[in-house]
């Protein structure tokens, strides 16, 4: 039987998605004999475990997973150790959990599975089912992060390679936890250089056209001032990987309201926004990088008025937003190159390397939470001006708007 668990456990990995549909399915009579249920019953207890170690070997996770991973092997107690601490003790002989670390330490420091007998697992009590122990080591990345260890009256071989089993797919969900974490460090990297990506210039210039504002207009230059600050404090927020396409969009219109009131007639603007994608969760700051790129790189170079039309409509399951200019363009094999992960020369036809940087930046993060078939779209070319459109998903797992900002008006009245 303790066979038959090792094998069992094996398969979790390989053929969860198989039997997680046919559990799915709700028709428990087509699970056939001993070996299928217990095929599916072994699924369903490491389904159990699977979300309290996605976010990797920490304390309260493996306590949560501890009961259902002993459940997976059957033994009288399970420990589960990171190095430095016993983060959890389920079953039998608890007393023995104060000594978990200490029979962790061989394995640690050789990444091997070691069983210990009664001389190692020493205990006074006659009524003690724990005798033994196998403790096998938990790895990422090749190093050994902790161990789970297996306790009972004997620890047959069976047991031990069914625990080896259960430790490789514990691995897997640690390995997974690792990612999230790198994913997660990866996007505050890419934001960092949104921020950074925030002109100096723009910053001066705002300052400056509401500087000459004081004396002139008092009630302009405040107005501006607050909508300077608004601006700022979207972009410098510190919370939240998501935005509704509203506060994203009321964000876009302050700064098109500082840049109209240092530009006048010569900077025009068209938004047309269906009301009903206003809710729609975005990537905090996906558009606000687009909008900059079409003033600096696309009208600032280009003689006389210029115009940026916004457009957000409702695509089914879908919204669909573009930006689109009418200034100097960009060469597109620059663009490709650009959007490939290189580095633009600045020569003719092709915009400075920070316009190809945010554009970059916003691509590479709509591919990581939507996958591929949401990237950027941009259609350009040398004096043809530029136009940009984001698909984003209407609903997707794990994306949810955190961000709640002040009330302001509705981006979909401005003209």
Known sequence: MDVVIAVVAAL????????LWWRARGRPGDLGGPAQRATFETLHTASRAAPELRAGLTGPGAQKA????RALLGSAALAITDGERVLAWDGAGEHHAEQALDHA?????????RVLGPDGVDCGRLDCPVRRAAVVP????DRVVGTLAVYGEEVPAGLIRAA????????????????DRSRTLLMEAQMRALRAQIS?????NSLTTIAAFVRSDPERARELLLEFADFTRYSFRRHGDFTTLAEELRSIDRYLLLQRARFGDDL?????????????????????????????????DRSGPGRITIVAE?????????????????????????????RGTGGDGEAPDSAGIGLANVDARLRQVYGDGYGLVVDTGIGAGTKVTVRVPKYAPGVTASWQGQTRPNPAEAG
Not at 105 to 113: A, E, F, N, P, S
Not at 200 to 204: A, E, L, R, S, V
């Open 268 to 300: 025009r603007v068209t938004l047309r926004i269906a009301q009903e994608v206003l809710p729609v969760a975005v990537p905090f700051l996906c558009l606000q990088p687009l909008v900059e790129n079409a003033v600096r790189h696309g009208l600032q």
């Open 314 to 342: 409702d695509a089914g399951s879908d919204c669909v937003i573009s930006v689109e200019d009418d200034g100097v363009g960009m060469d597109p094999d620059w663009l490709r190159r650009v959007l490939a992960g290189e």
């Open 12 to 19: 979790t990995l390989t053929w969860a998605p198989v039997l």
């Open 164 to 179: 080896e089993e259960v430790a490789r797919w514990v691995d897997a969900q640690l390995e997974l936890a690792e990612l």
């Open 66 to 69: 501890a009961p259902h991973l």
């Open 200 to 204: 100096p210039h723009f910053i001066y």
């Open 105 to 113: 330490c061989g394995t640690l420091d050789g990444g091997r599975v």
């Open 138 to 141: 938990l790895t990422t990345d």
